[in-house]
């Protein structure tokens, strides 16, 4: 018989892969991985904010990071300072402001878990704040597919019909929030850009088309949490670096077999 444990894992696992490999797609797309890398550093800060206020980290989570991209929106439009200035500012900021915080709580806090991530540990009611999460996300993407699209492949052509730009890169950054609110527990602070980025960048070598691109990058997130996980239980390792490990090898194979398959033809 399954362990609970196990099940509420490979749940977890296979809801955050989904839309990760979903969502990765842009980051890929659109240069946004400093930007992630960023985001899951202020994130650390609205798990301390969580803490204080004696609310859920994931909403403490998603609270601050949704102020971290309305904020950098803003800053980008006054053109103060360059983006990746202006990341590097505020997400160690963010992250430092959360560290000392978390420091000066009376409660003894385990930053490991945070920061790196146990699927093993999720709790039923993380499932529950993962699925809704998840098709959350899933249908803004669904309803704004062809917009975020055409605004990567092209804004200006996005701009003369119709869209706005602006509006459409802040809830592209509002899903971000969300997929490292529900997903910090399953590989942890400093990783989750890593789900995000090497599926996505393992399905481009493999699509000829954005949809399809999506679809191959969440089933390839699917196998790396399933792997990830597998190993994790029967190796002792730490289940979010496994995760990525498992992420890192299946690259590399596509990348080698796509070298090669180019190669002969």
């Not at 990746?84 to 402001?97: E, F, K, N, P, R």
């Not at 993380?126 to 605004?151: D, K, R």
């Not at 200006?156 to 910090?184: C, W």
């Amino acid at each position: 018989m399954i362990e609970p444990f196990i099940i509420r894992a490979i749940i977890a696992g296979v809801g955050i892969a989904i839309i990760a490999g979903a969502i990765g797609c842009f980051v890929v797309w659109r240069k946004m991985a400093y930007f992630g890398d960023s985001l899951a550093h202020s994130a650390l800060l609205g798990v301390a904010l969580g803490l204080v206020m004696g609310i859920s980290t994931n909403l403490g989570t998603i609270i601050i990071c949704s102020l971290f991209a309305v904020v950098l929106i803003w800053l980008q439009q006054k053109k103060i300072l360059a983006t990746d200035t202006l990341l590097g500012i505020l997400a160690h900021s963010a992250l430092s402001v959360g560290m000392v915080t978390l420091s000066l709580l009376e409660q003894s806090i385990d930053l490991h878990s945070y920061l790196f991530g146990d699927i093993l540990a999720v709790s039923s009611a993380e499932i529950y704040f993962i699925l809704f999460g998840g098709f959350f996300v899933l249908i803004f993407l669904y309803f704004n597919w062809s917009s975020f699209v055409l605004m990567t492949i092209d804004e200006k052509l996005a701009k003369a019909e119709g869209i706005n730009i602006v509006f459409y890169q802040l809830l592209i950054m509002l899903l971000m929030t969300v997929v490292v609110a529900v997903s910090f527990k399953i590989v942890g602070l400093l990783l989750i850009t890593s789900l995000l980025i090497i599926p996505a960048a393992a399905a481009r070598q493999l699509a000829n088309s954005p949809e399809k691109m999506a679809i191959i990058s969440s089933l390839l997130a699917v196998l790396s949490v399933a792997i990830g996980v597998y190993s994790s239980l029967y190796l002792d390792t730490p289940s979010g670096p496994s995760i990525v490990v498992a992420s890192t090898i299946i690259f590399i194979t596509i990348s080698v077999f796509s070298f090669i398959f180019k190669k002969n033809n």
